[in-house]
């Protein structure tokens, strides 16, 4: 019996939210949720669309290397689980101060633990 094989982890161009129009779109139209390090705002796509991701990082975090490090997290976080999600969503991570400093696995745990409250999981990951 053969095993199926692993869906890729993959993070390329078509799973980001780049346009600056599609950032004020889904933070006016979507639906909103502040947990942990991080702010999450979701607009849900039709079946058979797939989960992009955007990341907002303001200089309050820090400087260039904090706020870069913040958003690799954040997407990172996004890439491993994105397969978990119950249907596709559009999703902007906006990084709050306390991110500067926490290592990959409380963000990680900040990022599921706001998907699980928002209701956006298929199961308890």
């Given at each position: 019996?053969?095993v199926?094989?692993?869906?890729?982890?993959?993070?390329?161009?078509?799973?980001?939210?780049?346009?600056?129009?599609?950032?004020?779109?889904?933070?006016?139209?979507?639906?909103?949720?502040?947990?942990?390090?991080?702010?999450?705002?979701?607009?849900?796509?039709?079946?058979?669309?797939?989960?992009?991701?955007?990341?907002?990082?303001?200089?309050?975090?820090?400087?260039?290397?904090?706020r870069?490090?913040?958003?690799?997290?954040?997407?990172?976080?996004?890439?491993?689980?994105?397969?978990?999600?119950a249907?596709p969503?559009?999703?902007?991570?906006?990084?709050?101060?306390?991110?500067?400093?926490?290592?990959?696995?409380?963000?990680?745990?900040?990022?599921l633990?706001?998907?699980?409250?928002?209701?956006?999981?298929?199961?308890?990951?």
């Amino acid at each position: 019996m053969s095993v199926p094989a692993p869906k890729p982890l993959r993070l390329g161009r078509a799973s980001r939210v780049t346009q600056s129009r599609d950032f004020i779109r889904i933070r006016q139209e979507g639906e909103r949720l502040a947990q942990g390090c991080l702010i999450a705002n979701w607009n849900h796509l039709p079946e058979g669309g797939r989960p992009k991701v955007g990341v907002v990082t303001s200089r309050k975090i820090g400087g260039a290397v904090q706020r870069a490090r913040a958003r690799r997290l954040l997407r990172e976080s996004f890439r491993l689980h994105q397969h978990e999600l119950a249907r596709p969503v559009e999703l902007i991570l906006v990084a709050r101060n306390s991110i500067a400093g926490k290592k990959f696995t409380d963000v990680e745990k900040d990022f599921l633990t706001t998907l699980r409250r928002a209701g956006l999981l298929k199961y308890d990951a």
